[in-house]
């Protein structure tokens, strides 16, 4: 069996846990087993962290596999992949270690499974150097559901750094194939919204600081329209521990959804918060692309899977992109092609993903 083991090498491009996440997740749905080394040999700690390993392990759960090497601060793993069943999957980082990713691991395969699936996500939901849970539901959801399918996604509880805690329900119906995608016209932006949010100790005046400084900030670029950033203070009972952030979201007339983020911290004053998201939103406009640098390489591994040529308009190629498309290209057969726009305006700096999916055809239909 060993010799037909697909070969991966963790620590190329990206060299983090999106190589884990994307040749995982492809070799449960392919039924290819998998030797990763080197994992995450770009990162200052190498070796997997607990929310690569929860990730792992969901992903093994999920099709009945073998998972050899699994445990913290292992730089390579051996993974044989079984058939992928749906039902109820419990995932726990016991850390703050982000359930977006998570997410983002399970979710291609439970499309493919047998019969629905409840995956319950444990650790952090506002996480650093991972989607926010509020960028999962406002910006991912939406777009993603363009594939033809549809998910829940419930939040019975924040979790913030360092102790995570929380914990988020998504439950999912598979289907037989993935339509292709088309985001490439950007429209105009209609509206701005978004919301800034304290828990715990802190007061509900740093979410409106938060709020107000973002405002200002967006205002000196785009003056007509209303932003409505709602300040929030999330329940006790909804929280575990304390945390504090901002995301806002801007809508464009053709349904676009383009986000700017940023997470508070101890120390770091609330204006400087709101400033930091509004700035990522303002960037992400101004490309003129139909996806932020968030989504963009979320997006690969469904245009992969899905039947016919998916087109998508983005700014600048990201590091994660390039590795997503570049395993997604080794591991299927899928092709895409990354070209230049050509723009009407050409301070542009827009490309087109192109992808001729594989058409992955769920055989449970």
């Not at 406009?285 to 979320?298: A, I, P, R």
């Not at 390039?322 to 050509?342: R, Y």
Request: glycine residues 12%; hydrophobic residues 40%.
């Amino acid at each position: 069996m060993d010799g037909e083991r697909v070969e991966i090498d963790g620590g190329i491009m990206e060299g983090g846990g999106q190589i884990l996440r994307v040749s995982t997740a492809l070799s449960c749905l392919l039924g290819l087993p998998l030797r990763v080394r080197r994992i995450r040999a770009g990162r200052s700690q190498p070796g997997l962290r607990p929310q690569h390993l929860s990730g792992l392990e969901i992903i093994r759960d999920l099709c009945e596999g073998k998972l050899e090497g699994g445990e913290i601060g292992s730089t390579e793993i051996i993974f044989t992949p079984g058939k992928i069943k749906g039902g109820t999957h419990t995932a726990d980082t016991k850390t703050a270690g982000s359930v977006c990713l998570l997410m983002q691991v399970a979710m291609p395969c439970v499309l493919f499974a047998a019969s629905p699936s409840e995956l319950h996500l444990k650790g952090g939901t506002n996480a650093e150097m991972a989607p926010q849970i509020d960028y999962t539901v406002m910006v991912f959801k939406p777009i993603v559901e363009k594939f033809n399918f549809t998910f829940n996604c419930d939040i019975k509880k924040r979790g913030y750094y360092p102790q995570g805690g929380g914990e988020v329900v998504v439950q999912m119906s598979p289907v037989k194939e993935l339509s292709p995608i088309n985001l490439t016209e950007r429209g105009t932006v209609t509206k701005i919204y978004g919301r800034a949010f304290v828990a715990g100790a802190l007061p509900i005046k740093l979410a409106k600081d938060m709020a107000a400084a973002a405002v200002r900030c967006i205002r000196k670029e785009i003056r007509d329209l209303y932003i409505n950033i709602q300040a929030i203070r999330e329940p006790d009972n909804h929280a575990v521990g304390t945390g504090s952030g901002i995301i806002i979201v801007a809508e464009t007339s053709t349904g676009c959804l383009l986000a700017g983020s940023s997470l508070g911290k101890r120390g770091k004053n609330p204006d400087k918060v709101g400033i930091e998201a509004a700035e990522i939103l303002l960037k992400n406009l101004k490309h003129g692309g139909t996806v932020d640098d968030s989504l963009q390489d979320q997006l690969i591994i469904f245009m992969a899977l899905a039947k016919g040529v998916s087109r998508v308009k983005s700014g600048p190629i990201t590091l994660h992109t390039q590795t997503a498309i570049h395993f997604a290209e080794q591991l299927t057969k899928a092709k895409f092609t990354v070209t230049k726009s050509e723009e009407e305006d050409p301070s542009n700096d827009t490309y087109i993903i192109e992808c001729q999916g594989m058409g992955m055809i769920n055989s449970n239909f």
